[in-house]
């Protein structure tokens, strides 16, 4: 069954943590995303990948690191220099020349 | 830079009436928008896009949203209203022309439709 996994669903992060938020997609797609939402904001791009080895950074980057070693992965880490990480983050993907983007299922982050 | 804006936060409509969704959008060229729809906790899913082509564009669920260039809008509607569409609503717009993340989607606020029993 093809899509985006997002892991885990819930996650508590306590103060100076740096915590990491999994995502996986096994549709072959070149480019994956990572949105934050907030209530009535909308989504807000963190970062993005377009091809394995290379990210680049969004419009709210500050305090907040990925990697993208493998075509399927790309988790995205929270910092302890995010002061306001209490959101849910969205992971999506899409496949190159393709505008439409496919998303995760999400993880809600909050701080303990 | 783009921009979108969804102007109203609530949506509420009667089961069975039709519904509009408004969306008005900013771009320095030709824009790409989309709709998607969020359901509880849960991620955001595909509705419908615009590129190029007829400025009617019909999607998912029934739902058609309309382009029109010279009031920079892109509504989304639905004839005949479902409980079952109650959920949350996002414009999205993309320039083509544009580099680095501007060339992202840019997501409005989001509209949250109650269709009522």
Same mark, same amino acid.
């Given at each position: 069954d093809g899509g985006i996994t997002q892991s885990p669903k819930y996650l508590f992060r306590k103060e100076g943590q740096n915590v990491t938020l999994s995502c996986e997609q096994n549709l072959n797609h070149d480019a994956m995303y990572w949105y934050r939402q907030d209530p009535g904001q909308g989504l807000r791009l963190i970062y993005y990948s377009q091809i394995v080895n290379d990210f680049q950074k969004g419009d709210i980057a500050e305090g907040y690191s990925v990697s993208r070693e493998k075509k399927e992965s790309f988790p995205l880490t929270v910092t302890s220099a995010q002061k306001n990480p209490t959101a849910f983050y969205l992971c999506a993907s899409s496949a190159t020349g393709n505008e439409k983007l496919f998303f995760g299922s999400g993880t809600q982050l909050s701080v303990l | 830079a783009q921009s979108v804006a969804q102007p109203e936060d609530q949506v509420n409509v009667a089961e069975g009436n039709p519904l509009t969704v408004k969306c008005t959008y900013s771009v320095s060229g030709n824009p790409y928008l989309f709709w998607y729809v969020q359901y509880p906790n849960r991620g955001l899913q595909f509705l419908l896009k615009y590129?190029? =082509?007829?400025?009617l564009v019909k999607g998912s669920y029934g739902f058609e949203a309309e382009f029109n260039k010279s009031q920079t809008s892109f509504h989304l509607k639905k004839p005949s209203a479902l409980v079952s569409d109650s959920a949350l609503y996002f414009c999205a717009v993309r320039d083509?022309?544009?580099? =680095?993340?501007?060339r992202q989607l840019t997501f409005g606020s989001g509209t949250q439709l109650t269709v009522l029993p």
């Open positions: - | 590129i190029t =082509g007829d400025n083509p022309v544009s580099s =680095g993340s501007a």
